[in-house]
């Protein structure tokens, strides 16, 4: 069979270029669109054009009730709409390119764009780039889907939405571009670039076609006026890269406070909505994107102790606005410190030495590079971006030198950045590549074992100790009647009452000795049982199915299954690899009995997606490539959504017996 990997690939890549095309223009649209709405709900809000001068002419009250109703308003629409919405948005972006294929639900670009422009309207101290991304985003995952295009190719459109939503929004096709591959992809391959490249370049073109080119910001020439300068730009970047530091440390500390108020999620925003009302208050530069306060630090009209003020009340009431549950972004917010934290450290030197020293607005412009970052682990975009602003290459030396030297130090300090630090969270090691997220895609259901001792919960403790002392488990499951599960305890637990077994064995059973929240739910992924692990430092784990005992996981089996599974990819890799450049067949032998086959399509798997067949739950089988006989001649790695056709011959992986299960009688299966 011959394959053509070259024709293949470049027909694939100019589909995603002509869809990129199509993806740019909708963002572009989208980009201009978002900002009519914030517009138009902050008229609709505080009837003024800026927030600050609407804060002097109306009531107390009304400050700090109108961030509130945009509180109340986006609650039911994130609740109810798409609850993906909430927060910032990249690292769901982040996350739907890695554990869904690029992914997106199509309401999310709706919900995102009404939640985040009310929000920002109202008060709420975010950015608009972060819901951007997320909107544009969710349109190139729609258009993906759409043209059924396969993963990798999902991916980089996806990409390519959030690079035309960054271009359009700040005027900066390149910036919007490299933001796509530093922070999303991390990868900068001819297939995936190209496509991005052109959707930002058409969106920032439509942006222009219809409001004109305009930067984001209106920045006058700044000039290195002497060598003595770059003391002070190192150590803006210093003290850039702690401020990044600090915003994402209590970013995330208001994250966990705020989620631990048991309070609805409809009312929370409205909380975090006063507080931000109240902050404002005072400090009115601190509502929305916070862009009409950096155009003031570019132009030198912030004072020294306001810009000092400014930095640490930017970021309690960002981390409010957030924490609570609003929708919006952390991009501006960054820009926001960055100009604050320029202008303060640049009006100490420029006091004391005005005529070899810049202005503080030349600092604040740097200072936006260094803290987005340190902030986002993306210094190149961070450069690039406030080169697009100015237009002006005289500014480049200090903007690199800080740039790079707050992004060193954060990374230093805090290996995650503000986007991969909610995936941390959650149990996702972005940056350290897929391997390690193999956990997400391993199911506890998938893993269950019924190889476990477990008592009734009012069973007498000299019962338990006579069984559990003699037997080959350190862990014991308590259940009572109807299998509803009660706890567990350990056999060190047990082993202090063996010395007054007669004593306690008249009062004490075995409720009395359980741990009750050592559990995890039946349809969990490996890697939350790897948190359990190591948290409560146990060898197995009750599943549950609605509070019902099912059986346990152990973390052998579930170790076993990593190993599995990396074997099983390398494999994979190894063998799209071979096929490139060689037509030989070879045999591959997994090890513990596994194999990798080569067998013809059967009839029942025709015109079946791979989800819909489910070989790994019905058969413990993977399906590694599928190579297609007819034109087009291909070999993929295919996802989950992959219709196999009649002729198609499937790699697997597993145990012999039962690939040839799945065959039909006749059907000839055949040794790589």
């Known amino acids: 069979m011959k394959t053509d990997f070259g024709t293949n690939e470049f027909s694939e890549h100019v589909r995603l270029t002509l869809l990129a095309i199509l ?12 900002k009519f709405m914030i517009q138009f709900f902050q008229n609709q809000f505080w009837r003024a054009e800026s927030i600050v001068s609407a804060v002097s002419t109306q009531p107390w009250y009304l400050t700090i009730l109108i961030p509130a109703l945009g509180g109340l308003i986006i609650g039911p629409i994130i609740y109810y709409g798409a609850r993906e919405a909430k927060g910032h948005g990249v690292p769901e972006i982040m996350e739907s390119l ?55 190719g999902m991916r980089t459109l996806v990409a390519a939405g959030a690079g035309a939503g960054i271009g359009g929004t700040f005027n900066a096709p390149i910036a919007g571009a490299l933001f796509a591959v530093e922070v999303l992809l991390g990868e900068f391959g001819v297939f995936s670039f190209s496509p991005i ?38 150590l803006l970047g210093i003290i850039s890269g ?29 909380l975090g909505g006063l507080l931000v009302g109240a902050i404002g208050l005072g400090l009115p530069h601190i509502f929305g994107v916070g862009y009409y306060s950096i155009d003031l630090c570019l132009q030198n009209q912030i004072g020294f102790w306001l810009a000092f003020f400014l930095v640490f009340v930017k970021i309690l009431s960002t981390s409010l606005t957030l924490g609570s549950g609003g929708s919006g972004g952390v991009f501006a917010p960054s820009l926001f410190l960055g100009a604050m934290t320029g202008n ?76 991969t630090m909610k995936l941390k969270r959650r149990g996702i090691l972005f940056k350290e590549g897929r391997e390690v997220n193999i956990f997400r895609s391993l199911f506890i259901k998938d893993h269950i074992s019924q190889d476990y001792s477990a008592f009734l919960n009012n069973e007498r403790v000299g019962k338990i100790i006579d069984e559990a002392i003699g037997g080959k488990h350190h862990a014991f499951h308590i259940i009572d009647s109807e299998d509803n599960y009660v706890g567990c305890f350990s056999l060190n637990q047990l082993k202090k009452q063996v010395l007054q077994k007669e004593l306690l064995d008249s009062f004490v059973i075995a409720q009395d000795l359980a741990v009750p929240d050592i559990y995890i739910n039946y349809e969990e992924n490996l890697e939350r049982a790897m948190e359990i692990f190591g948290r409560e430092d146990v060898d197995e784990i009750a599943v549950l199915k609605d509070q019902k005992f099912l059986g346990v996981v152990k973390r052998k089996d579930v170790i076993e299954a990593y190993n599995h599974e990396i074997t099983k990819r390398e494999a994979a890799s190894g063998l799209v690899q071979k096929l490139k450049f060689t037509h030989l067949t070879k045999t591959i032998d997994i090890g513990k009995g596994y194999r990798i086959m080569e067998i013809d399509a059967p009839p029942s798997f025709w015109n079946k997606s791979l989800k819909e067949l489910n070989l790994r739950a019905h058969h413990s089988i993977d399906i590694l490539l599928i190579k297609r006989k007819y034109p087009p ?40």
Not at 139 to 146: D, E, L, N, R, V
Not at 252 to 260: A, G, T
């Open 23 to 34: 993806v740019g223009l909708l963002a572009g649209f989208a980009s201009v669109g978002f």
């Open 197 to 234: 490249i052109i959707a930002s370049v058409i969106s920032t073109l439509t942006s222009r076609l219809i409001i004109g080119d305009f930067s984001a910001f209106t920045v006058p020439k700044y000039t290195l006026i002497s060598i003595w300068e770059i003391g002070p730009y190192i």
């Open 242 to 270: 702690f401020v990044a530091i600090i915003f994402i440390k209590i970013l995330y500390f208001f994250e966990d406070r705020l989620d631990s108020i048991r309070l609805h999620p409809l009312i929370k925003p409205v």
């Open 344 to 419: 303060f450290v640049g009006s100490i030197f420029h006091n004391f030495f005005p005529s070899s020293i810049s202005s503080p607005g030349a600092f604040s412009l740097v200072g936006m590079g260094a803290v987005v970052a340190a902030a986002t682990h993306a210094p190149i975009t961070a450069i690039i971006i406030i080169f697009e602003l100015t237009n002006d290459y005289k500014i480049i030396l200090p903007l690199m030198l800080s740039s790079i030297i707050a992004s060193f130090l954060t990374v230093g300090i805090h290996k995650e950045s503000i986007y």
């Open 633 to 672: 001649q291909t070999i993929t790695i295919p996802s989950a959504d992959e219709v196999i056709i009649k002729g198609d011959l499937l790699v697997l992986a597993g145990l012999e017996e039962n690939i040839k299960k799945i065959t039909n009688s006749g059907r000839k299966s055949e040794i790589l």
């Open 98 to 152: 890695f554990f869904r294929g690029g992914r997106i639900r199509s309401q999310v670009v709706a919900v995102k764009a009404l939640a985040s422009s009310i929000c920002i309207g109202s008060g709420g101290s975010v950015g608009r780039e972060g819901p951007i991304v997320q909107i544009s985003s969710s349109i190139a995952s729609s258009i993906g889907q759409w043209f059924r295009i396969k993963e990798r």
